[in-house]
């Protein structure tokens, strides 16, 4: 027993001699430090320490939603239409798409916005104040499979990350019924939700 006793000593003192200061931890737990460095955050003396916990390997990074490593999966171009209306352009400001219904299959038309115009994710029209107030940039963040949010500025809109053939991912673009918005799990009423942004 005493051989134990002085083993768990030993484990224990390695541990928190490898344990360094830390400034970003705030819980017990893996978190990312950055995109390939997990660390532990544990407290220790009434202050938070971290330890490197594992090394994303190439081509991995860190997620900080899962606080693992994961596939750093790129980000390929595709549009499928998911349901009928219209929809931002996924990887361009100032087109969009027309998807419709016609002899039972979603179809598209890819659209684009006159010169010095560009589409509005919120009034759904091609827009001059749309051109002269926002920058261009891309409006989804896919970071690997599966992962859901809601479209920027409007939360009628929502988009599920998929993968490609190629293993790159692209967001399948989706819009809720009229007076309904996205609540980050399914589509409600928008009347029972509150927030406090602009909604189209």
């Known amino acids: 027993m005493k051989f134990k006793g002085c083993g768990?000593?030993?484990?224990?003192f390695i541990c928190i001699w490898n344990f360094t200061s830390s400034s970003i931890c705030t819980k017990w737990g893996h978190m990312c430090k950055d995109d390939r460095t997990?660390?532990?955050?544990?407290k220790h003396n009434n202050r938070w320490v971290e330890s490197v916990y594992q090394q994303c390997d190439a081509n991995f990074r860190c997620n900080k939603v899962t606080n693992s490593c994961v596939p750093n999966y790129?980000?390929?171009?595709?549009?499928d239409c998911e349901s009928d209306g219209l929809f931002p352009d996924p990887y361009q400001c100032a087109t969009y798409y027309v998807c419709y219904w016609d002899g039972g299959a979603l179809h598209k038309i890819f659209a684009r916005c006159p010169n010095g115009q560009r589409f509005s994710p919120v009034s759904s029209r091609c827009s001059v104040e749309e051109f002269e107030l926002t920058t261009c940039q891309r409006n989804f963040n896919c970071e690997y499979p599966g992962q859901v949010s809601v479209w920027p500025r409007n939360r009628n809109?929502?988009?599920?990350?998929?993968?490609?053939?190629?293993?790159?991912?692209y967001p399948k673009v989706f819009r809720c019924s009229d007076e309904m918005i996205f609540n980050g799990t399914e589509c409600v009423d928008r009347r029972s939700e509150c927030y406090g942004f602009e909604e189209r």
């Open 74 to 79: 790129p980000v390929g171009v595709r549009f």
């Open 157 to 169: 809109i929502y988009y599920i990350c998929a993968m490609n053939n190629d293993h790159s991912l």
């Open 38 to 42: 997990l660390i532990h955050c544990a």
């Open 8 to 12: 768990t000593l030993v484990m224990t």
